[in-house]
């Protein structure tokens, strides 16, 4: 199973901080990815982290975009810097199953909000 | 980036009645391999997507034969022979072809 966590609210400018905590399982071996839905929108794929740490940003966010993952912890956590109103969405975590290109299990979401 | 648009995106249908969606890409989504890297999602109110279809036409594990993939490079359908309370939700096609991977705009599937 994948939870994510973090803040429900982020002030503007500021960096937007989420883990994603993986059970029954281990971050090893794997590729993972972070994505988000703005309310009542579809879904924006961020990347994806590798477990030895390797990364591969989405263009259109990688300015403002840090994976990173933790072995010991089994974890997984994303950094978005600068964040604006628009950045306000429910961020899911996934796992990545590279050999077919799909994505086979997924957290169920936490909504972050970006207000002052 | 490949664009992925798809179509209707809202569908009325009866319990019991046949449903289909179309979904469409802005290149071929055909690997050397030989295969379609074309993925169906399904959203439920409230839930997280959950795989229905990977590689154009391979039911996920638990996913009911009713669900069906098919199509070329670019024309991928998603066909559920007898739709059920069950399948009600917004329905997303997804390439996993190549990077940054992307999604059509999803159909909602709505009770008629």
């Known amino acids: 199973q994948l939870q994510e966590s973090g803040p429900g609210l982020v002030k503007p400018a500021e960096t937007l901080s989420l883990t994603c905590t993986v059970s029954?399982?281990?971050?090893?071996?794997?590729?993972w990815s972070w994505f988000r839905q703005p309310p009542g929108k579809g879904l924006e794929y961020f990347g994806y982290?590798?477990?030895?740490?390797?990364?591969d940003y989405n263009p259109s966010l990688k300015s403002r975009v840090t994976m990173s993952v933790d072995t010991s912890k089994n974890q997984i956590s994303l950094k978005l810097s600068s964040v604006t109103a628009a950045d306000t969405a429910v961020y899911y975590c996934?796992?990545?199953?590279?050999?077919?290109?799909?994505?086979?299990?997924w957290g169920r979401g936490t909504l972050v909000t970006v207000s002052s | 980036d490949i664009v992925m648009t798809q179509s209707p995106l809202s569908l009325p249908v009866t319990p019991g009645e046949p449903a289909s969606i179309s979904c469409r890409s802005s290149q071929s989504l055909l690997h050397s391999d030989g295969y379609i890297y074309l993925d169906w999602y399904l959203q439920k109110p409230g839930q997280s997507p959950q795989l229905l279809i990977y590689?154009?036409?391979n039911r996920a594990s638990g996913v009911p034969d009713r669900f069906s993939g098919s199509g070329s490079g670019t024309n991928l359908t998603l066909k559920i022979s007898r739709v059920e309370a069950e399948d009600f939700g917004v329905y997303y096609c997804m390439q996993g072809l190549r990077t940054p991977y992307t999604f059509g705009q999803g159909t909602k599937l709505e009770i008629k």
């Open positions: 996934a796992r990545f199953y590279s050999t077919w290109g799909y994505f086979d299990l």
């Open positions: 029954g399982g281990s971050i090893s071996g794997h590729h």
């Open positions: 982290i590798y477990s030895d740490g390797s990364t």
């Open positions: 590689l154009n036409s």
